[in-house]
């Protein structure tokens, strides 16, 4: 039996405490707990000062929904501000990064085809 459809309430994500305080974060949402089969999703906390690395996935898809804070997509090497309520599309193979310049944390939702997290994640150098 299917078990009952799933909603986020971004909220929480918002509210929660940063597990791993200083450090950047990020755990799935959906996955095979919700039988997920062709999607995966994850919250991502990204603290003052922080950047993701800069990188690309050959499969992957992505659309990132940002809760709160402020930051920069560093997308094929020209840059586009971030703020709370953007929601962006990152079409495989490009190269992208989101950097933290302020003195607060951004924090966003992530969800991508071709799971599971960091399957097909290729740092560029």
């Not at 659309?63 to 560093?74: F, H, P, Q, R």
Request: glycine fraction near 8%; hydrophobic fraction near 35%; avoid cysteine.
């Amino acid at each position: 039996m299917k078990e009952p459809l799933k909603i986020w309430k971004t909220e929480s994500y918002r509210k929660m405490a940063n597990p791993t305080p200083g450090e950047w974060y990020r755990a799935p949402i959906l996955g095979n707990e919700e039988q997920a089969k062709e999607l995966g999703g994850l919250v991502v906390i990204l603290p003052p000062g922080k950047p993701v690395p800069y990188h690309y996935h050959k499969n992957r898809e992505s659309i990132l929904m940002v809760l709160s804070g402020e930051a920069v997509e560093l997308y094929e090497d020209k840059e586009y501000p971030l703020q709370a309520g953007d929601v962006i599309f990152i079409p495989a193979g490009a190269r992208h990064s989101v950097i933290n310049r302020t003195d607060k944390e951004i924090r966003f939702l992530e969800f991508f085809t071709h799971p599971p997290m960091g399957s097909d994640f290729i740092k560029v150098e």
